[in-house]
């Protein structure tokens, strides 16, 4: 922990200050998922292990071998839709419905937080997400959300578990460009919908969190599971300084060098897993954890059913936001 004049802990003070905050905007990274299940990206296991998953977020990985990174995405796919919500995005997900000025800029694109409920027009997804697919050809504009198919192809079924747990030396089979995901638009080859290195982030949606950022001062930063140091995020935390706004960082880990996200500038440091810290924090709006179930009410654990036409249910579409994801 850094050295700081008050005692960065102090969540009286904290609790205090969000009773009387009115704009506050929170920023999520992997953190916010890590209690339901889901490996950070750059811990990706199985499989992955002799992978540098980094290398195969980027166009150029895609262009080369659409194989390797189809099975990448689609193992993401099928640990983000078994995983469940977890306590820490049902409190952002109560916040968000007590407080209609509070939006949350997520880097996280496991589809989590709008099954928690979360209202789809305070949330942002700047980095996608892998419910989504879109066709890569030039001339076509395809693009679906909310896919939740487990197989988008049967070349792509998840692997029995003993093939994705040990550490081994197996590599994935190189799938043939036509059992990839194909458009059913003009038969080009689909991609995930998520951000990858060196990609732009959607312009619309910062379009909107930056009309948000001038509506007025803002009172509180919330960073959460993300150390902050990637863009935007760490742009985001110094815009809502200059605003006024306190900061408050919920993280697993919370580095003491001060290079590295501004952590000695945040009025307060709350270290642990985000699924316990957040309720807490968050009590004095949201109130205990049962009743934020019943400010979710349906909402609470949703999960896409899929409907006798062997769609996602309208209910889950317009609950999670269609047409404001990646383009
Ligand atoms: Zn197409």
Known sequence: MPFLEHDPTDMSSFKAHLAQSKRILALCGAGLSASSG????????????????????TPQAFTKDPSL??????????????????????????????NKDFITVTQNVDGLSPRAGHPAEQLFPVHGSLSTVKC????????????FE?????????????????DTDVQ?????????????????????????FSETLPA??????????????????LVIGTSGRVWPAAGYIDQCRLNGAKVAIVNMEISSDPALGGVADADWLFEGD??????????????????????????????????????????????????????
């Open 38 to 57: 889901l490996a950070t990206f750059r811990g990706a296991g199985g499989l992955w292990k002799t992978h540098d998953a980094m290398s195969l977020a």
């Open 204 to 221: 619309d949606l910062l379009d909107d969190i930056d009309g948000w950022m001038e509506k007025g001062p803002v009172d509180l930063c």
């Open 136 to 147: 890569t050809s030039v001339f076509c504009n395809y693009v679906e959300f909310n896919n």
């Open 69 to 98: 990174v189809w099975q990448f995405y689609s193992a993401r796919r099928q640990a983000a839709f078994s995983a469940k919500p977890n306590a820490a995005h049902h409190a952002l997900a109560a916040l968000s419905i007590k």
């Open 172 to 196: 994935p089979p190189n799938i043939p460009l036509e059992q990839l995901p194909r458009c059913p638009k003009c038969a080009g080859l689909l991609r995930p919908g998520v951000v990858w």
């Open 150 to 166: 487990m197989a988008l192809t049967p070349s792509l079924a998840p692997q029995p578990a003993d093939a994705t747990e040990v």
């Open 274 to 327: 985000c699924a316990r810290i957040l309720p807490e924090i968050l009590e004095p709006v949201i109130g205990t954890m049962d009743q934020v179930k019943e400010i979710l009410g349906d909402q609470h654990d949703t999960f896409p059913a899929k409907t006798s036409q062997g769609g996602v249910s309208p209910e889950f579409i317009a609950a999670s936001g269609e047409g404001r994801g990646y383009y």
